[in-house]
Structure formats: structure tokens, C-alpha cells
């Protein structure tokens, strides 16, 4: 199964770009990386997804390498409500489905 | 539309008590999936289903069942609680298809004494 690692913490000012780093090294071809938040005690929150193109919503932008081996997640104007725990997510295949596992993820602190 | 709901919000069990954690969406998903996030830490998988009939354990799965009867609810039982046990537990849900994403209840405390 393919894992993923992020930093433990980062701190960003309000207003500016946060770059949320994950690398999955191990993904496999058929594979997607997702992400999600958790702001604190609330379920986790869906923001992004891609396969192998840079994806952008209306949260946020995502950044895959050319080797897919790593990814970053932008949000291009951090505002406090985006303090968060950011999961970095390797979608995982399995016999009759899917399965999804999380790490222990990124804690952004967006300050004023 | 109700999106993922998760009964009850706060529960306190006597430890060797047996419970229910009710999940129940409406959106017609296929995929269903517990997991539990303990204080300062990630979520881990406890056990899925990929659809009515069919569920498959997670990375967590001793100490608890599950079954899928309908598409819409996805009940978490634990057979005997232990302290162990007392996490903050989250029901998801997604269509079928990989690359959607998933919806999140908003939780569930549990307490084990």
C-alpha cells in the first residue's frame, strides 16, 4: 500500500499562500491522492483530488509532480478559519473496493 | 438531504457493556467506513463496506462488528467495551467510483469507564 508523509506542523500568515507538501513515493499508477481537513473536533472535510493533472476548486489548488511521487496542496489566500489538520491521502485499492487510510497529517497554523 | 448522520453524540459505556453507533446516510453511497481518532492523533480504519452485504475490516478491526443490511445505514457495535476503547468515532461515506471524495459525519465521544 502506498504511504504518505507530511510535516507534523506549519505556520502561515494570513493572506498569504499556504503550501502543504505531502510525498507518497510508492504510488501506483491507478492510484489518486487525496486531501482533506479536520478543523478541531469536527469531522474531516473532502477538498481535493487528482490522478496526474494540477487540479483546482474553489478551496484550493493541487500540484502533482510529473513522477507523481509527491503533491502539494495550496490554499492561495489562508484566512484563520483555515487552521486545520490537512491529511494527505493515497487512495488504496482492494479486493471488491476501495479503502481509504489516514496519517497523522499536517497542522496548519494560520496566523494574523 | 441529511448528508451523514451519526447517533449519539456523546455516550458513556461501564466497561464489558455492549453499544450501538448508528450511521445512516442519504445520499445513495456505496461506500461506507468507520474509523476512530484518538486525542492527538489520525483517524484509523476500523471497518468498510463497499456496498449492501459486503464489509471487510480496516486496521483497527478487534472489538467491533458491523453489518450493511441496506445501502443507507451502517451500525458500529462494540461486543464488550474497555477503556481501550474510548476514541472519538467517525462513520464516512462515497459513491462507489475511486475517485470520489468522502463525507464525513460529525463524530461520535465515546467513554469507556
Known amino acids: 500500500d502506498a504511504k504518505t508523509t507530511q510535516p507534523t506542523s506549519m505556520d502561515c500568515a494570513e493572506g498569504r499562500a499556504a503550501n502543504l507538501p505531502c510525498n507518497h513515493s510508492?504510488?501506483?499508477?491507478?492510484?489518486?491522492v487525496y486531501w482533506y481537513r479536520q478543523i478541531h473536533s469536527q469531522g474531516p472535510q473532502y477538498i481535493i483530488h487528482?490522478?496526474?493533472n494540477n487540479e483546482t476548486n474553489e478551496m484550493a489548488s493541487l500540484i502533482i509532480t510529473e513522477d507523481r511521487k509527491s503533491s502539494t496542496l495550496i490554499l492561495p489566500h489562508a484566512t484563520l478559519r483555515d487552521t486545520a489538520v490537512y491529511y494527505c491521502?493515497?487512495?488504496?485499492?482492494?479486493?471488491?473496493?476501495?479503502?481509504?487510510?489516514f496519517g497523522a497529517g499536517t497542522r496548519l497554523f494560520v496566523k494574523a | 438531504n441529511a448528508g451523514v448522520t451519526q447517533t449519539p453524540k456523546f455516550q458513556v459505556l461501564k466497561t464489558g457493556q455492549s453499544m450501538t453507533l448508528q450511521c445512516a446516510q442519504d445520499?445513495?453511497?456505496?461506500?461506507m467506513s468507520w474509523y476512530r481518532q484518538d486525542p492527538g492523533m489520525g483517524l484509523r480504519l476500523i471497518h468498510y463496506?463497499?456496498?449492501?452485504?459486503?464489509?471487510d475490516q480496516g486496521e483497527v478491526p478487534n472489538g467491533y462488528n458491523v453489518s450493511r443490511s441496506t445501502t443507507e445505514d451502517f451500525p458500529l457495535r462494540l461486543l464488550s467495551a474497555a477503556p481501550s476503547q474510548t476514541s472519538v468515532y467517525f462513520c464516512?461515506?462515497?459513491?462507489?467510483?475511486?475517485?470520489?471524495?468522502?463525507?464525513f459525519g460529525s463524530g461520535t465521544r465515546l467513554t469507556v469507564v
Open positions: 463496506s463497499v456496498g449492501a452485504g459486503i464489509t
Open positions: 445520499m445513495n453511497h456505496e461506500y
Open positions: 464516512a461515506s462515497s459513491y462507489g467510483r475511486a475517485h470520489y471524495g468522502y463525507t
Open positions: 510508492t504510488i501506483s499508477g491507478n492510484e489518486y
Open positions: 487528482g490522478l496526474k
Open positions: 491521502i493515497v487512495r488504496v485499492p482492494n479486493t471488491g473496493g476501495f479503502k481509504t487510510i
